[in-house]
């Protein structure tokens, strides 16, 4: 796959060197002009065997694309996770943002609503995961050439589960590993049972941080899900959501969910990397590498259809339009560098991690756990981390999360309603802007 309207370099055939068999047709050519191009990245690519560290994979890139196509210069600043995105906007809003980013939908298609972004509207779609697809687009455009997905799940550790005698109550031999909420519960209680001091599982509800496990959680429960398909209302609050609700708020005074109402994300992690806690709700293949000295097991959300959807990670470059036509063109042939040329698109994948967005690239790790988790993707949910008012929702679900968990919330309707009705609010207000 590739695109079909790039830079073309229409350098003297004394220039080219035998190169020009190499060289992507495109809309525009520009002689021997150089043009110079800004990438900025946070530390995605750190999965590489030759460069571990995200800064040296992304020198090495670029050299190699400088070294197929000399007349593009490519400056690169590296982004941390702290301060990037605060970088990003003050960027953005003194006209010195880059040309390409590496980054995820829910900043970039907010970038695209504004208008700030190049679309890709030479890519075949049709090549690619179709929920990928529809979380990196805006207005039937792509913005987002989505490389890599990723489902967020929970997992298990199994080294902990065969101590207490508790593994053969896992649903690792079942269709899909797929369990209802009633043999998830049977398991937790037993996790309890064979040793106190042990936490089955936290539902943290702390902060925002690692939000999407908890919503995962209680969406997958009864068969709800936080909006719509069509990603325009919020239904949580529906039977389904409801009843998933009140499930929490009466199996967490016993203790099977742990102290998740003072508990955040990281609090979470850490008890489940310890030991001290069976079972974590937020997973990922990213987050498995940090696991490497525990035996742990991918498993779905209970689900009481026993047909569990995904929260999931979609991540890939960007194309902004900073006025220069040259400047995008050079910019998505950079971008199709990084994501179709023969040796470093792969590579670059498997840099990163996660699963192929390419519906004909599969079965990219060895690894039974990863190849299990790669099989999710048809079954990923309705992608709404692009919602307008997204941002004003989450500080919203953790406090009303946290009461429940607390018992300081008694009628769970009238407060998961509230929630609705605030939250609706704040998209449709947004919309409108």
Same mark, same amino acid.
């Given at each position: 796959m590739k695109l079909k309207k790039l830079l073309t370099l229409a350098l003297s055939s004394s220039m080219l060197l035998g190169a020009v068999a190499n060289v992507i047709p495109?809309?525009?050519a520009f002689a021997e002009e150089e043009v110079t191009i800004t990438y900025w990245n946070f530390p995605n690519f750190?999965?590489?065997?030759e460069f571990t560290a995200s800064e040296d994979y992304d020198a090495a890139l670029i050299k190699a694309f400088q070294e197929k196509y000399p007349h593009i210069k490519v400056e690169y600043q590296k982004l941390d996770f702290t301060d990037g995105p605060a970088k990003i906007e003050t960027a953005i809003q003194s006209k010195t943002n880059p040309d390409v980013i590496y980054d995820a939908p829910g900043r970039i298609i907010d970038w695209a609503s504004k208008g700030y972004l190049s679309p890709f509207s030479e890519v075949d779609t049709a090549t690619l995961n179709e929920a990928a697809v529809r979380a990196s687009s805006f207005d039937g455009?792509?913005?987002?050439?989505?490389? @890599?997905?990723?489902?967020f799940l929970m997992a298990v550790n199994t080294d902990l589960t065969d101590k207490l005698g508790v593994t053969d109550l896992l649903p690792l031999e079942a269709e899909g590993r797929?369990?209802?909420?009633?043999?998830?519960?049977?398991?937790?209680?037993?996790?309890?049972?064979?040793?106190?001091?042990v936490i089955p599982t936290v539902v943290y509800a702390k902060s925002q941080a690692g939000d999407q496990g908890p919503r995962a959680f209680?969406?997958?429960?009864? @068969?709800?899900?936080?909006?719509?398909?069509?990603?325009?209302?919020?239904?949580?609050?529906?039977?389904? @959501?409801?009843?998933a609700l009140e499930w929490i708020k009466e199996q967490a005074p016993k203790g099977i969910l742990g102290q998740g109402a003072a508990l955040e994300a990281k609090d979470a992690l850490e008890y489940f990397k310890s030991g001290k806690a069976a079972l974590t709700i937020l997973a990922s293949p990213g987050l498995r590498a940090q696991w490497s000295d525990l035996n742990t097991k991918f498993l779905p959300f209970p689900n009481v259809d026993k047909a569990p959807k995904y929260e999931y990670l979609v991540a890939g470059p960007a194309v902004f339009d900073n006025g220069d036509e040259k400047k995008v063109e050079a910019a998505k042939l950079f971008v199709d560098f990084l994501i179709n040329d023969e040796t470093w698109g792969k590579r670059t994948l498997l840099a990163t991690g996660n699963f192929s967005a390419k519906k004909d690239e599969t079965n990219l790790y060895e690894d039974e756990e990863l190849a299990f988790a790669e099989t999710l993707s048809s079954n990923f949910g309705a992608y709404y981390n692009t919602i307008p008012g997204y941002s004003q929702m989450r500080p919203l679900w953790f406090p009303m999360l946290q009461g429940i968990l607390s018992g300081d919330i008694s009628d769970v309707k009238e407060a998961v309603d509230a929630f609705v009705e605030e939250a609706q609010a704040i998209y449709e207000e947004e919309k409108g802007n």
């Open positions: 495109a809309a525009t750190t999965n590489d065997k455009e792509l913005y987002l050439y989505p490389q @890599g997905i990723a489902p797929n369990w209802n909420v009633e043999e998830f519960q049977a398991f937790l209680e037993a996790v309890q049972k064979a040793d106190e001091s209680v969406s997958n429960l009864f @068969g709800s899900w936080i909006t719509n398909d069509d990603v325009t209302e919020y239904i949580i609050n529906n039977e389904a @959501g409801v009843k």
